[in-house]
């Protein structure tokens, strides 16, 4: 990458005295009131998420467990819990947008925060309302009901958000600079999630102005403030390869631009995404300080896991066994072929590993595809087939609600699979992930995963590859929970599945 001199970009005192800054002032205040707004929605959201949840736990207290109305909780007592209730969360959240965080966080964040703000009150009913009368079974029942309605308004409130995304609406008007491999990296990583909050006008490259991936070059570096105020941006995401000193020259230069237009500035880099540590500003020294993450947190949330997939597996087992007698006899009345089917997967050591799933195709499937070289060819560019003649009418059913993974339950049981991990693939399809094949067998595959809530088969080979790293990169508890929730709203939808 060619190397950039901070001389070449105006100093911060003369740009901040050139025409057109105002301009971009009032754009800035605009966005200032568009934030404002958004937050006194999401507290409006949030408040009645809280006084719907009180409504439906007092109602259930009062109906179904006979306690008077009288013994649920003081009078005016709301007016004391719901502002400490909001107050905590929003401690918690630390002022972050909505709209900004990712699934898993949000959820993380809501069951915290109520989880802390229901032992704050339960803490002071004892200490402050000692003299009054409470229902422990209201506060026990409100606690799992604030939850669910706090989670379910902030994910619809997510899903207002996805659809003015998807219409074009409400969006960020972002400029990018950087180079143009980090300018890709990043473009990608926005694809994989499926992200869409932000405008991309287009980018400024250092080191040449070659074209990258259908995004608009817009100019050199030293008129970058210009291109920002033509295209009215919101935001500038810098996306740098290294941290040389004239990089760091040039990240400085514009900040201070940004900062005189009033425009928000994002920096892109795979030091502040890294799970290992956490960070926070040395107001001393005016660097970041970086933390590793306790190996403790880290090991009861595998702990969790593990408790997780042996419920899972039992449960899922036990399902099977219910439902292998309907399949199984819908399947014999077909063709009358076996019932099952068993499919490779290269385990964690290297080796062909074997799961069982109900069986979806002809019995002669496998022959079919050896004589068929057109078929063989489309088949190996994803390992699907969107129209596969070789998949029986049964079949086209139990993939549709993906009832043909239930057998897999108990490999999840005997803990080969877990119940969600990167996607399992087969030892042909090794050589496409590359020197990325040794990171996917470092953790278990998953019988869902996120590939398979972002899309599932609608998704390109690629894009599966870097979503399994995006997966092992980024795991917790919380990403998992969040996969399996999706997973069931896919699943009902038929969404993707063939």
Not at 5 to 14: G, H, L, N, S
Not at 165 to 175: N, V, Y
Not at 329 to 348: C, F, H, M, N, T
Not at 419 to 443: D, N
Request: hydrophobic share 45%; with cysteine.
């Amino acid at each position: 990458m060619a190397q950039v001199k901070a001389t070449e970009i105006p100093p911060a005192e003369t740009r901040a005295n050139e025409p057109g800054l105002a301009r971009g002032g009032n754009v800035r205040a605009r966005g200032r009131q568009r934030e404002v707004a958004k937050r006194l929605v999401v507290i409006a959201t949030d408040s009645v998420a809280l006084a719907v949840s009180r409504w439906i736990a007092a109602i259930g207290v009062e109906r179904l467990l006979q306690v008077p109305a009288s013994a649920v909780e003081p009078g005016k007592y709301l007016l004391f819990y719901l502002p400490l209730l909001l107050v905590v969360i929003y401690l918690l959240e630390r002022g972050k947008s909505v709209e900004v965080r990712r699934p898993e966080k949000e959820i993380e964040l809501v069951v915290k925060g109520v989880s802390l703000s229901f032992a704050i009150l339960v803490c002071g009913n004892f200490v402050m309302f000692k003299g009054l009368v409470f229902s422990r079974y209201f506060m026990v029942i409100w606690y799992f009901v604030a939850l669910a309605c706090l989670l379910s308004f902030r994910f619809v409130l997510r899903a207002l958000y996805a659809e003015l995304w998807r219409r074009g609406l409400a969006r960020r008007k972002t400029l990018l600079i950087g180079s143009p491999e980090r300018v890709l990296k990043l473009k990608e990583a926005l694809t994989i999630q499926r992200f869409q909050g932000y405008e991309l006008l287009g980018a400024i490259l250092l080191g040449g102005e070659e074209p990258c991936d259908g995004l608009r070059v817009l100019g050199p570096l030293e008129r970058w403030e210009e291109t920002a105020r033509e295209h009215a941006a919101e935001q500038v995401v810098l996306c740098l390869a290294n941290t040389s000193e004239s990089e760091h020259r040039l990240v400085s230069d514009i900040l201070q631009g940004c900062s005189a237009a009033q425009i928000d500035v994002e920096i892109h880099s795979d030091v502040f995404g890294s799970r290992a540590f956490s960070y926070e500003l040395d107001e001393f020294s005016g660097f970041f300080r970086f933390q590793a993450a306790p190996g403790w947190h880290r090991r009861w949330e595998g702990a969790l896991k593990a408790c997780m997939d042996v419920f899972a597996g039992l449960v899922g087992s036990l399902l099977t066994v219910l439902l292998t007698p309907l399949i199984g006899l819908a399947i014999k009345l077909e063709d009358r072929g076996p019932i099952w089917y068993r499919s490779a997967y290269l385990g964690q050591d290297g080796r062909n590993r074997y799961y069982l799933k109900f069986r979806t195709m002809r019995v002669d499937a496998d022959r079919m595809l050896e004589k068929d070289a057109e078929l063989r060819q489309q088949f190996v560019k994803q390992y699907k087939l969107a129209s596969d003649p070789r998949v029986t009418n049964v079949g086209r059913f139990l993939r549709k609600y993906s009832l043909d993974e239930f057998p897999q339950f108990f490999s999840v049981l005997r803990g080969d699979l877990s119940l969600v991990g990167p996607r399992t693939i087969r030892s042909e399809e090794s050589a496409r992930y590359g020197a990325l094949l040794p990171k996917l067998l470092s953790v278990k595959a998953g019988l869902t995963g996120f590939w398979q809530v972002m899309g599932r088969q609608l998704t390109t080979y690629e894009e599966r590859v870097q979503m399994d790293m995006f997966y092992i990169d980024h795991w917790s508890l919380w990403l998992d929970l969040w996969i399996i929730v999706k997973t069931f709203w896919k699943v009902l939808r038929a969404e993707g599945a063939y």
